[in-house]
């Protein structure tokens, strides 16, 4: 196959150009049998390149849960162009089940079409839903599906969400499966856009800085992804898996190759970060839908001052809801703006009015703590201003904003109805000035305007990749450094000992380290502790520094998952190779004490007796006062 090359420059023009300006012959891959076996209901044609879009890879890593008497859900998967896919299959498979005799069911609309309705049973069961969509059903780049669930329907009209004892849970390996044409992965453009997010980026056997930098965005910007070295081996069939492979600087910078009959990236050029960084941006939504790219402007001259819900891709849907609805947001410390940091939550909500004498009330919650709630206005919008509290952010936050209607009872007579809602898009985080960083999660607004990686080499980025990966996105500029230590800016530094100067609050030079609980208690002991990856925020002035101690299993974490094995809280961590064991702050946790039990000096018994200290002066005390006040006493009688 000859490569499709593209230019840095050339990279660019792929924002604005539709897919069907790139006309060119088809790739080997489409010339070449499909050895995929459809699944039921499903059939392929010679040629036909299959790919699954999952509900993980939509952002559902745990599935999709459906409860209480009804509930909505609204999916769009990306799509190419109709002319480019063959067939389209939706199957969804799932976990049913009810505490008591009811009548539930399931609508699958497409484009507000129903498509299917089927009755769910009472006893507990596993299945699959499968439902044909034709490629004329794709609008904007997307397919849109509706899930409508009614569950609890019985003759009891008293019951509600709190006795009904149903769910209906979609697991996350079920998703769309497009039959793609060769023409839906001719170009550069068209592969990038359609690619899985789980793959490989593959490094040369003794990479570059720029070659590690770029692997290292690659990775920021895909947490699904997997840095390997050398040449791993190709597989044949569906496109599972996206390959992206760094080459040399006299290589081009954006090249369209095929791996084993699969359509794979290779970057090359002499700014590969930059490539890289494209790849990860906003032009892969663009190149497959027009729409984003209008919807994505929108916010480009928002001021920094605050971020939209909008902004952070939250589902802002409307919802049927009879009982209880709950939209849930994710606030990554990397979508911030250099220096700023959340200082409080805007929360827009519509609710229709039911009739009740008892209004909905919409609360708010974030990273599980209650931020507020009020009662929703008749006839408009309600809005909750809430001030975030010291600590409460992390460097990744889950922000859960809920409605709940009283159902109406008295005789019951009423059955369940459900009322519209929605969280508006003008929800918003308000964004104040970041000051000097006291958490790690306080060092993604720090390294949004660049930072450098310190490494011995770049058999340490596949790890890093993971403990990084709350801290830098794939649009956080990076720089990596084989052992040089930047004259400026913040960096991180992947080494046995700290910085020169530096002041870590866990030191390695003074023997054995062993930390202890309130109770005295060993936590982490000597011995451990030497085999554990230490990761410490030190401060230089103003200037931050992270500080990686690795341990016998830092390779490891590169297979641990980032939400255990990425910094959070605290300011010193420990890891072994599964993920975080034990992360606190030393300016905020009084639980935790740092002891060397090879020193002796007089700080260090001051600190380990101090509650001993403590009772003997008071004891001095107490005697030097009785001691006085018998002297006072025997003045008095003498002079009697």
């Not at 040629?47 to 609204?74: H, K, N, V």
């Not at 769910?167 to 992965?185: D, N, Q, R, V």
């Not at 402007?297 to 009982?323: E, K, N």
Request: charged share 20%; glycine share 10%.
């Amino acid at each position: 196959m000859t490569p499709r090359i593209l230019s840095a420059s050339a990279v660019l023009g792929l924002l604005v150009l539709p897919l069907h300006a790139w006309t060119q012959p088809a790739p080997d891959w489409a010339r070449t049998s499909s050895t995929a076996t459809a699944s039921a209901g499903e059939t392929t044609d010679a040629g036909t390149l299959r790919r699954t879009i999952s509900l993980r890879e939509l952002g559902f890593p745990d599935g999709l849960d459906l409860s209480g008497l009804s509930g909505t859900r609204e999916l769009f998967f990306p799509v190419p162009d109709s002319a480019d896919v063959r067939t389209l299959h939706l199957r969804l498979p799932y976990r049913s089940g009810s505490a008591f005799e009811s009548r539930r069911s399931l609508q699958v609309e497409v484009r507000d079409r129903a498509m299917l309705t089927t009755a769910l049973p009472t006893e507990t069961q596993t299945g699959i839903i499968e439902v044909p969509i034709e490629p004329a059903m794709i609008r904007d780049g997307y397919v849109p599906i509706r899930l409508r669930y009614s569950g609890a329907i019985s003759e009891d009209r008293c019951v509600d969400q709190r006795v009904s004892g149903a769910y209906l849970a979609f697991l996350p390996e079920g998703g769309l499966t497009m039959g793609l044409s060769p023409k839906a992965a001719d170009t550069v453009a068209e592969v990038a856009a359609v690619m899985p997010r789980a793959g490989s980026i593959v490094l040369p056997d003794r990479p570059t800085e720029a070659q590690a930098a770029a692997a290292l965005t690659l990775a920021a910007g895909n947490p699904d992804a997997a840095m390997a070295r050398g040449t791993p081996a190709t597989t044949e069939g569906d496109w599972i898996r996206s390959r992206i492979e760094l080459a040399g600087a006299s290589d081009p910078s954006l090249a369209l190759v095929e791996r084993g009959g699969i359509p794979a990236l290779r970057l090359g050029g002499s700014d590969p970060v930059a490539t890289a960084r494209l790849l990860n941006g906003r032009w892969r939504a663009l190149a497959s839908s027009g729409a984003v790219a209008n919807a994505a402007s929108a916010t480009d001259d928002a001021p920094d001052r605050r971020l939209t819900f909008a902004d952070l891709g939250a589902d802002t849907s409307v919802q049927s809801i009879a009982d209880r609805g709950t939209w849930t947001l994710a606030l990554p410390i990397t979508s911030l703006p250099e220096n700023r940091r959340p200082s409080a939550l805007v929360v827009d909500v519509a609710v229709a009015d039911d009739g009740s004498a008892t209004p909905p009330v919409v609360t708010v919650l974030m990273n599980g703590l209650l931020l507020g709630s009020a009662e929703a206005e008749r006839g408009a919008m309600t809005r909750l201003r809430l001030d975030l509290p010291e600590g409460l952010t992390a460097a990744r936050n889950s922000i859960e904003v809920s409605v709940t209607r009283q159902v109406r009872a008295g005789d019951c007579a009423y059955s369940p109805q459900g009322y519209s809602a929605q969280l508006l898009p003008s929800s918003h985080v308000v964004l104040g000035e970041a000051g000097s960083p006291a958490d790690f999660s306080d060092l993604g607004p720090q390294f949004a305007g660049g930072v450098t990686i310190v490494v011995p080499g770049a058999e340490a980025l596949p790890a890093l990749g993971r403990l990084l990966g709350t801290l830098i996105d794939g649009e956080t500029p990076l720089r990596i450094s084989y052992r040089a230590i930047p004259p400026e800016g913040p960096y991180v530094l992947v080494a046995s000992t700290p910085p020169k100067g530096s002041d870590p609050p866990v030191r390695f030079d003074q023997g054995q380290v062993r930390l202890a609980g309130e109770d005295g208690a060993t936590l982490i002991d000597g011995a451990a502790m030497q085999g554990l990856t230490t990761v410490q925020l030190l401060r230089d002035d103003d200037r931050p520094i992270l500080w990686i101690r690795p341990g016998g299993n830092f390779a490891q974490l590169a297979e641990a998952d980032i939400n255990a094995a990425g910094l959070s809280r605290g300011d010193v961590a420990f890891f072994d190779g599964d993920g975080a064991i034990l992360a606190f702050s030393t300016q905020r946790d009084r639980l935790i004490d740092i002891r060397y039990p090879d020193r002796t000096d007089i700080a260090d018994l001051v600190r380990r007796y101090h509650l001993w200290l403590i009772g003997a002066g008071w004891l001095l005390v107490s005697l030097g006062f009785i001691y006085l006040l018998r002297r006072i006493y025997q003045a008095r009688r003498t002079e009697t």
